[in-house]
């Protein structure tokens, strides 16, 4: 079970659970720009801005310490103080997101967002979603194999973050990554 190396969750409840109690080696990692979306809804409209630039200071800090620093530079700030559900939520989801700093700039690229996985599912959901319901299992199946096959067809490269990272990844994980 070593199929997964990180698992970016978006903070549905029991994920991480679920995931870590499958394939325990997986480091899990929550989306940062869920997390940063979740926290400018606190924000009023004209202070959002202002609002993610500071926190972009925290998640693009170097290291999880100093990422820890500038969290606490913004609790103690302006925004802060303002909006302190802000620091909150980013404290209840630390845990999933110092693995984050663990891994060199060129992972991060691929691990900041799971806008690519939510673009998947939504183009699965549209195919499904105009079909109704299905006379049987068989059927479903059929369909979705076919969905996955017209999706897939039109991916002509991957990330263009991936090269950098399957290097990055196949020198922390030796044992583990194949390319």
């Known amino acids: ?18 995931i870590t109690a499958i394939f325990p080696q997986t480091t899990v990692q929550t989306c940062i720009v869920h997390l940063l979306r979740h926290s400018l809804s606190y924000c009023n409209w004209k202070d959002r801005k202002e ?19 500038r969290l606490e530079e913004f609790s103690a700030g302006k925004w802060g103080q303002k909006y302190p559900v802000i620091v909150a939520s980013w404290k209840r ?20 967002t799971t806008n690519a996985i939510e673009s998947f599912h939504m183009q699965l959901r549209k195919v499904l979603k105009n079909r109704g319901h299905f006379p049987n299992d068989d059927a479903a199946a059929r369909l979705i194999y076919l969905a996955l096959k017209n999706i897939t067809d039109k991916w002509k490269a ?22």
């Open 1 to 18: 079970m070593e199929d997964i190396l990180i698992a970016v969750v978006d903070g549905l409840k029991g994920f991480p659970e679920a």
């Open 51 to 69: 609002v993610a630039a500071e926190l972009k200071a925290v998640y693009q800090a170097p290291t999880a310490e100093l990422a820890r620093d």
């Open 93 to 112: 989801a630390w845990e999933e997101v110092i693995p984050f700093y663990s891994y060199p700039p060129q992972i991060r690229k691929l691990l900041y």
């Open 158 to 179: 991957p990330s263009t973050h991936w090269i950098d990272a399957a290097n990055q990844f196949a020198i922390l994980y030796p044992e583990r990554f194949k390319n």
